[in-house]
């Protein structure tokens, strides 16, 4: 049967299908009853086709058995986009994904989170289709729906969509203790890390410096440096002040706190109010005291949320599977890193999400009676 077989497909003219394996189209032949080619006459055909069909459909199967699966399971690749790999947004792409993978039998959805630049770098991944969902700051999803700065060239994401929120975040300034630094002013002159393009940090810092009427050259040296960096600078001394807009605890805070004589400093003051009074998206928030070596009493300063995103492109079902591989493991999820474990389903679903809900996440909220 099988000489009978390859025969057939080595006399007659054949198209293709195409099956997915492993991130690869694979191309697998079938008859194509070559309509109107001349090469086999009406009689010709009729009396061959049910030998082709035969041939087809052991092809596909042989196809199906040589790599891997079966033909109609196709499966489905997002990617998250995160932050630098000492930050939260890191740990929480991470565990997204590790509870959405964990049900891709069913649902035929991989996922993976790459570190990435943080979340302006995010927003803008999203608009390009590098990331099918982005972790950002709540004041980022917020300005990238309306076109404002830093995503004014860009101009308005109407397609910004809302997945949930996650972990509270502060505006954090890192100074060693020599630098003399006990107040955001007193980085004027100072040599400070203000965040790389892109980063969450890097415009929040932004933000404070025009409400104080500051350029880059009100520092004494300005660097740029991606959250991983920041720590080893600060201990090797090449600066004197790193800033990050982050949840709390934060491993590269940690590092940089116990190898180093440094304490945190508090963002408030006259401007400050004035930028939160003309900024909704940004609320008074203090840092806990006692969780890094050298800062025992609570430190004031901004902050807001960290929100999860996505556009209103993305498949609904994705998005369905994936915040239903959250909430129903909800427990475990916020075991994954300690700033998760403030998480509440009701405040998820609402606080800090400026876009609108995306479809996929809303019927998974009205299905368990919260929306």
Not at 97 to 119: E, T, V, Y
Not at 123 to 149: C, T, W
Not at 272 to 284: F, G, M, N
Request: net charge neutral; charged share 20%; proline share 5%.
């Amino acid at each position: 049967m099988l000489v009978a077989f390859w025969g057939t497909l080595a006399v007659h003219p054949i198209p293709h299908i195409e099956v997915m394996d492993d991130h690869r189209r694979r191309t697998v032949v079938c008859p194509a009853f070559a309509r109107g080619t001349g090469e086999l006459n009406q009689s010709k055909r009729m009396n061959n086709m049910k030998g082709l069909s035969l041939a087809c459909a052991l092809s596909a199967a042989l196809v199906g058995v040589s790599f891997g699966g079966p033909l109609q399971a196709q499966e489905r690749f997002v990617t998250i986009g995160t932050g630098g790999q000492t930050g939260v947004y890191y740990v929480a792409g991470q565990s997204i994904c590790r509870f959405l993978n964990r049900g891709a039998a069913d649902h035929q959805i991989k996922c993976n989170a790459p570190a990435s630049g943080g979340g302006v770098a995010n927003v803008n991944g999203i608009r390009s289709g590098e990331f099918n969902f982005g972790i950002m700051q709540s004041d980022h999803q917020y300005k990238a729906m309306k076109g404002l700065p830093p995503f004014q060239t860009e101009g308005a994401m109407a397609d910004m969509r809302a997945v949930f929120s996650l972990q509270s975040e502060v505006f954090t300034i890192l100074a060693r203790r020599d630098a003399k630094i006990a107040s955001f002013d007193d980085m004027k002159g100072k040599r400070v890390n203000i965040g790389n393009p892109g980063s969450g940090q890097r415009d929040t810092m932004e933000e404070i410096m025009a409400v104080k009427g500051w350029k880059k050259g009100d520092f004494g040296l300005v660097s740029e440096l991606k959250p991983a960096e920041q720590a080893s600078a600060l201990g090797d001394n090449n600066i004197d002040a790193m800033s990050y807009f982050v949840g709390h605890p934060n491993g590269a805070i940690q590092e940089a706190s116990t190898t180093t004589d440094a304490v945190l400093v508090p963002v408030t003051g006259a401007d400050i109010d004035k930028l939160l009074a003309e900024k909704s998206y940004y609320t008074k928030a203090e840092i806990p005291g006692g969780i890094y070596k050298g800062s025992d009493q609570p430190t004031p300063s901004i902050g807001g949320k960290a929100v999860l995103s996505t556009s209103a492109k993305a498949d609904p079902e994705v998005v369905y599977q994936l915040v239903k591989s959250v909430f129903d493991n909800l427990d475990r999820f916020k075991r994954l890193h300690p700033a998760f474990a403030e998480l509440k389903e009701a405040d998820m679903i609402k606080v800090g999400l400026s876009a609108p809900l995306h479809e996929g996440a809303a019927r998974y909220y009205k299905e368990r009676g919260w929306l």
